[in-house]
């Protein structure tokens, strides 16, 4: 049976635990049988209507934390597009065949984003489990019956503990995160004047809650020349920030005083052995000459930058690669390559966030970026970056973070 012969509604009714599908503001959509079997309501009664207002928290009980455990989780889903799986949850019901009455439930319960074509978040899928039964079979005890409650101090408790603490664990994981994305963008060079049209991006994965080491760097040369590097670091958070800064202003400099990229990058390479954290971080740079109509380039274990043709053709340069920065026990002359270049073409340098994927061979990542540059070949660089990220990228989010230059030639 292919995807397109599966009928997903009638999976969706038939689940055997309750999906609710809400909108960003906490209003019931839609929602599976199993749901309103637990909900004790129809579908009629429910869709609509918030649903805090109508599952409020039981008032007659000072300590409960269901709404505020929920709102918190439902926000989280929201405000940052993650998947959040709460701890187990006391959570009363109402009856309704009794008003004001209470009855001691307990949920499992998982929120997880809903994405449109754009990768903008719709929905939150708000799936939830009566786990009461198992809770009381659990309290059992030589033939004694515990009731939920005095269970509380057992497991209840402790999975409240642990909740807090993953809340401490996320908020310290998106400070480090906030911290190093502002740290990375200060230290990433803002686009000068170059007399040739250029474009940069730099775009974080989205779900992760550790910003990488990418990086690009643009320097001008004398006479009608620029240099042009991107690079990877190794590793994640601050840490890589930090090493990022130090080996992009490095290869910098190195370009404004060898004469060429081989030579910048075997500069870098030693400098890399000595900062920690730096080794086997990756770069790739090239020295562009439009009065010669030459590219100088040197690979120290990048994915090769793109040559896109005016016919849409596309060569890979990767002529010069050699091993990562500070890989080799001893120094050695990294290689360097020259290759012309006609007016109207395009130079696209990138991380490796662009194309790989996990489970698959870097040369599909890599005929996926062909193809989209000859259907965008007549596009200015400014319009050929975005298409290449809204290409390239999954709809869900990257799992790597992606640097990428574009200068028309």
């Given amino acids: 049976m292919t995807r397109a012969e599966i009928d997903f509604g009638a999976v969706f009714r038939h689940l055997p635990v309750g999906v609710a599908l809400l909108s960003t503001d906490m209003v019931y959509l839609d929602m599976n049988p199993s749901y309103e079997r637990m909900a004790g309501r129809p579908k009629a009664e429910l869709i609509g209507h918030n649903i805090f207002d109508l599952f409020p928290d039981n008032p007659g009980d000072p300590d409960a934390d269901g709404t505020r455990n929920l709102t918190a ?4 889903v929201v405000e940052t597009g993650e998947r959040d799986t709460m701890g187990l949850q006391r959570y009363d019901v109402e009856r309704t065949d009794r008003p004001g009455v209470y009855e001691e439930r307990y949920w499992s319960i ?6 449109g074509p754009g990768r903008e978040l719709l929905y939150v899928m708000h799936r939830v489990e009566e786990v009461t039964a ?24 402790r999975a409240r503990e642990l909740q807090e603490v993953n809340e401490k664990l996320r908020q310290a994981h998106a400070r480090e995160r906030e911290v190093a994305l502002t740290l990375q963008a200060a230290m990433l060079p803002a686009l000068r004047p ?14 992760g809650l550790q910003v990488c080491g990418d990086w690009y760097d643009l320097v001008d040369l004398p006479g009608d020349r620029i240099a042009v590097a991107v690079g990877d670091v190794v590793g994640h958070g601050l840490p890589a920030a930090g090493v990022m800064g130090q080996l992009r202003s490095a290869l910098s400099a190195a370009c404004r ?9 075997e500069v870098v390479g030693l400098y890399a052995r000595s900062v920690e954290g730096a080794e086997c971080s990756t770069a790739v740079s090239a020295f562009l000459d439009w009065t010669a109509r030459t590219i100088t380039y ?12 005016p016919d849409g053709t596309v060569d890979f340069l990767d002529q010069a690669t050699d091993p990562p920065l500070g890989a080799r026990p001893e120094h050695v002359a990294r290689p360097q390559a020259t290759v012309p270049f006609t007016p109207g073409s395009t130079l696209v340098l990138y991380t490796d966030g662009l194309v790989e994927r996990r489970k698959e061979d870097i040369d599909i990542g890599l005929t996926r970026l062909a193809r989209a540059l000859d259907h965008h070949r007549h596009r200015a660089p400014e319009q050929l970056a975005d298409a290449l990220l809204q290409d390239l990228l999954p709809p869900t ?13």
Avoid: C, K, W
């Avoid at 989780?73 to 989280?76: A, I, P």
């Avoid at 998982?110 to 994405?115: F, M, R, S």
């Avoid at 040197?298 to 043709?309: E, I, V």
């Fill in 194 to 207: 170059t007399g040739h049209h250029v474009a940069v991006r730099y775009q974080p994965s989205l779900g």
């Fill in 397 to 409: 989010g990257a799992e790597d973070d992606t640097a990428l230059v574009a200068i028309a030639l």
């Fill in 298 to 309: 040197s690979n120290a274990g990048h994915p090769p930058a793109a040559l896109l043709h």
């Fill in 110 to 115: 998982v929120n997880l984003p809903v994405y």
């Fill in 257 to 265: 005083v060898t004469d060429g990229p081989a030579a910048a990058l």
């Fill in 134 to 157: 198992f809770i009381r079979t659990r309290g059992l005890r030589s033939g004694d019956y515990r009731t939920p409650r005095d269970l509380e101090g057992e497991l209840y408790m």
């Fill in 73 to 76: 989780s439902l926000r989280h």
